[in-house]
């Protein structure tokens, strides 16, 4: 019997009275892809932050290639045993070179005090050249693509003779074909023995990679099961104890009588979107799809002020409008919420209830000049209940909350102004099938109160699931519309999206 690269026994963790992990188990095996899914707040992050040193556990065992540490190991200990961990964010250097990325680790734990410029390129291209991939190891990294950084993620972690990589969400930020290019390099380093932990909301992706499947729910293990004997409705509902039903949003503007809240006609940026017309009905849920680098973020930003079009015209019940800036554009009845929501979404350093008033603590002062405490503490009150964010109490930091319930926190945020036009952008990146299913519960109460929305995703799924009709962009033009989603296949807006069902673009 081949013996456990990693052995995870029996871990409990607390934390301030949440027992974030209660007595979990996990075993992973050489070579093996195993796959560690839960829903936001289920215990994942805990659990691979105390594989590799960074949480210390209550109790249990963590055993490595049969080497007992017992409930704590710190970060060196993981790391020399062939542990690493790569996270969302990729703790990488943008300012450096792909080179210095791939090297600098191993340069450190080997403590060399000079710098040995063609000692470092050999580092990089012999550790790319194991995984079989080409990347320009001079290039700065912040002209690399995200996938190109998540293989230079890897490659750092192999410098250091890695046993076993942990990923994080890999797949929350690059398209379709990068996730094929990823995983070709995973099977790569599965022949040679590298096994990976892979944690991940994108269940697809967990069958087309896992070997087998650890499943969380409030801190204790539901089982472990084989990918094969699973499918996504059996894990959907291992993850949340629930069966999920998604109702198909339907509308049509003209035989419901909608006014037409926000057009744009022409509209147009040089190399980024070209004559955009586009219509938003109230009541109506539009979805906008396309690979990354299509123009679709650009363009949600040019509609929210962050990004001024050059060209063309934005039109507001009937009227035309010029929108130089987010003012203009709250004042026009239009909010957004970003792709990126930690970077532009939320303070992480405020509390929940700081974050959702964010947008209108103007609004909330007197003729004093102070603040309305009441008003203040009704709204944030509201939204926490409306939107069923789950805390204790709206005074805690917005960082304690999972995945899922900080994006309630950003919708709340700029739900608070009460908008006439919404504008999503990713609107779940990054977390679970559970959580999704309950934001796109929202988004269509929220249509269903008159409001007009536009979802940008590129998730085809996603889009299917929750709007109403969907454009694709492809070079920065709108290449095609979807009025009925209900007699479309997935696969022919995919094709579309791909630009591999014949038609031309001309950026």
């Not at 191993?106 to 990347?135: D, F, P, Y």
């Not at 109230?282 to 060209?311: I, K, M, Y």
Request: net charge negative.
């Amino acid at each position: 019997m081949v013996q456990a690269l990693l052995e995870v026994r029996n871990i409990r963790k607390a934390y301030a009275g949440v027992q974030a992990l209660d007595d979990v188990s996990l075993t992973v095996a050489p070579g093996e892809v195993h796959c560690l899914v839960g829903e936001n707040g289920s215990g994942k992050s805990t659990l691979i932050k105390t594989v590799g040193g960074a949480v210390q556990a209550d109790s249990g065992e963590i055993i490595i290639n049969g080497t007992s540490f017992g409930s704590s190991i710190s970060v060196i200990q993981s790391i020399r045993h062939g542990i690493q961990i790569i996270y969302q964010d990729l703790s990488l250097f943008p300012n450096l070179t792909v080179a210095e990325n791939i090297s600098l680790s191993q340069m450190i734990e080997q403590g060399e005090k000079l710098t040995n410029w063609k000692r470092i390129r050999e580092v990089a291209l012999r550790s790319l050249a194991q995984i079989e991939e080409h990347i320009d190891v001079d290039l700065p990294l912040d002209r690399c693509s995200m996938a190109q950084r998540q293989i230079v993620a890897i490659s750092r972690a192999l410098t250091q003779g890695a046993k076993l990589i942990i990923m994080d969400e890999p797949t929350s930020a690059i398209t379709a074909e990068d996730v094929r290019r990823l995983f070709k390099a995973v099977r790569r380093l599965n022949e040679q023995g590298v096994a990976m932990l892979f944690v991940s909301h994108k269940l697809n992706e967990v069958f087309e990679i896992a070997d087998s499947v650890t499943v969380l729910r409030d801190g204790k293990k539901v089982g472990d099961y084989q990918a094969s004997e699973l499918n996504q409705d059996k894990l959907t509902f291992l993850m949340s104890g629930q069966n999920l039903e998604y109702k198909p949003f339907q509308f049509d503007p003209e035989k419901e009588g909608a006014p037409l809240l926000l057009e744009t006609r022409r509209l147009r940026k040089v190399n980024q979107f070209h004559d955009i017309d586009l219509k938003i009905h109230a009541g109506e849920v539009v979805g906008l799809t396309g690979l990354v680098g299509s123009g679709r973020t650009e363009l949600a930003l040019s509609l929210f002020g962050l990004n001024p079009p050059e060209g063309g015209d934005i039109v507001i019940d009937g009227s035309l409008v010029r929108i130089k800036g987010p003012e203009d554009a709250k004042r026009h009845g239009i909010s957004y919420l970003p792709e990126d929501r930690h970077g532009q979404g939320l303070f992480g350093h405020q509390t929940i209830a700081d974050n959702v008033v964010a947008t209108v603590i103007d609004s909330l002062r007197g003729t004093t000049g102070l603040i309305d405490a009441r008003r203040r503490d009704r709204i944030w009150q509201e939204w926490i209940d409306k939107l069923k964010i789950k805390t204790p109490s709206g005074h805690n930091l917005v960082s304690s909350l999972s995945g899922g319930n900080q994006q309630r926190v950003v919708l709340a945020k700029w739900l608070a102004v009460e908008p006439r036009v919404f504008i999503i952008d990713g609107p779940t990146i990054g977390v679970d099938v559970v959580s999704k299913a309950r934001i796109h519960d929202v988004i269509q109460e929220l249509a269903r109160t008159g409001m007009g929305i536009l979802v940008i995703s590129d998730e085809v799924t996603e889009i299917m699931q929750v709007c109403s009709r969907a454009l694709v962009m492809r070079k920065g033009r709108i290449v095609a519309e979807f009025t009925d989603l209900q007699s479309v296949q997935e696969s022919e807006i995919s094709q579309v999206v791909a630009g591999i069902d014949g038609s031309e673009v001309v950026a």
